[in-house]
């Protein structure tokens, strides 16, 4: 079973950029798919990212395509986020997220499909 511990939440200016980082830990980190989501207060937690086990994969949301950026280091055992042209929209908690059992190129991006979560990290985008 893999743990995951998100950092690098904060609270920025609009236009600003944060990079998130997750680490995993107790498992595999290569044998799982990674995604981002995001919980804003009063709203259902959305797909923000989502990467494959190679890396090579990606799939964004609309509302952050151009803008924010997943990536892994399956040496590290870490996916990040790069998020720039940061919007107050985009205040929310932020979640790393894996998925067991998929194949090598493939990406999902329901949360429900997800076996593990992080705690999550708070970001605050000022207008």
């Known amino acids: 079973q893999v743990q995951l511990v998100e950092s690098g939440g904060g609270l920025v200016q609009a236009g600003g950029s944060l990079r998130l980082s997750c680490a995993a830990s107790?498992?595999?980190?290569?044998?799982?798919?990674m995604g981002w989501f995001r919980q804003a207060p009063g709203k259902e937690r959305e797909f923000v990212a989502a990467?494959?086990?190679?890396?090579?994969?990606?799939t964004y949301a609309d509302s952050v395509k151009g803008r924010f950026t997943i990536a892994r280091d399956n040496a590290k055992n870490t996916v990040f986020l790069q998020m720039n042209s940061l919007k107050p929209d985009d205040t929310a908690v932020y979640y790393c997220?894996?998925?067991?059992?998929?194949?090598?190129?493939?990406?999902?991006?329901?949360?429900?499909?997800?076996?593990?979560w992080g705690q999550g990290t708070q970001v605050t985008v000022s207008s």
């Open positions: 997220a894996a998925k067991a059992w998929i194949s090598y190129v493939a990406v999902r991006t329901s949360k429900d499909e997800y076996h593990y």
């Open positions: 107790g498992g595999t980190f290569g044998s799982y798919a």
């Open positions: 990467i494959s086990r190679s890396g090579g994969v990606t």
